[in-house]
T-cell receptor, first 117, second 113 residues
Framework: DTGVSQDPRHKITKRGQNVTFRCDPI?????LYWYRQTLGQGPEFLTY????????KSRLLSDRFSAERPKGSFSTLEIQRTEQGDSAMYLC???????????????FGPGTRLTVT | GQQLNQSPQSMFIQEGEDVSMNCTSS?????WLWYKQDPGEGPVLLIA?????ELTSNGRLTAQFGITRKDSFLNISASIPSDVGIYFC?????????????FGQGTRLTINP
């Protein structure tokens, strides 16, 4: 399977604990995105990497959230001191960089469902 | 901020019927994408549109990029049970350098056999 993969698929944690999610993009895709989706809503953008550089962050990404992509391949998203409001599906997507800096389609992984109790 | 409004929010149809849904924005986008999401899974890309007025098909699916660049629609012809799911439109404005996708709230499609 050469699609975007995410691990774990499900995570249940207690309020106040730290969690970390991993995303492996489609190989040779140099752009990687994180989104959050709550029940009944469309995904909301969190942050975006081009290679290892984090180029854009949403205001949704509070200081408890940190994302990395150290070698420009896989990425991790960490949430510190989780709150019940962090319960959501965390989606990762990747896209190739085309000519003239134009971006094209973003392909999503299966997501990590986080439940904070 | 930018918001996309999808309508209808839900649809209940008979198998074999055609489906039409649309998406409108308060601001301009230069890329429109349509995704389908099944429960517990990530969105799957159906169609991508890059030019105002563009009409693109993918099997029984047809989507159009509105000429004002503020809307798009998706049609599904001769619906089948596997079309059940939530359909999302997403816009992107690369002119402003933003790579993020802005999503609508989704249209939930239910098919009665």
């Amino acid at each position: 399977d050469t699609g975007v993969s995410q691990d774990p698929r499900h995570k249940i944690t207690k309020r106040g604990q730290n969690v970390t999610f991993r995303c492996d993009p489609i190989s040779e895709h140099n752009r990687l995105y994180w989104y959050r989706q709550t029940l009944g809503q469309g995904p909301e953008f969190l942050t975006y990497f081009q290679n290892e550089a984090q180029l854009e962050k949403s205001r949704l990404l509070s200081d408890r959230f940190s994302a990395e992509r150290p070698k420009g391949s896989f990425s991790t998203l960490e949430i510190q001191r989780t709150e019940q409001g962090d319960s959501a599906m965390y989606l990762c997507a990747s896209s190739p960089q085309r000519l003239a800096g134009q971006t094209y389609e973003q392909y999503f992984g299966p997501g990590t469902r986080l439940t904070v109790t | 901020g930018q918001q996309l409004n999808q309508s209808p929010q839900s649809m209940f149809i008979q198998e074999g019927e055609d489906v039409s849904m649309n998406c409108t924005s308060s601001s301009i986008f230069n890329t429109w994408l349509w995704y389908k999401q099944d429960p517990g899974e990530g969105p799957v890309l159906l169609i991508a549109l890059y030019k105002a007025g563009e009409l693109t098909s993918n099997g029984r699916l047809t989507a159009q990029f509105g000429i004002t660049r503020k809307d798009s629609f998706l049609n599904i012809s001769a619906s089948i049970p596997s079309d059940v799911g939530i359909y999302f439109c997403a816009g992107q404005n690369r002119i402003q350098g933003a790579q993020k996708l802005v999503f609508g709230q989704g249209t939930r499609l239910t098919i009665n056999p």
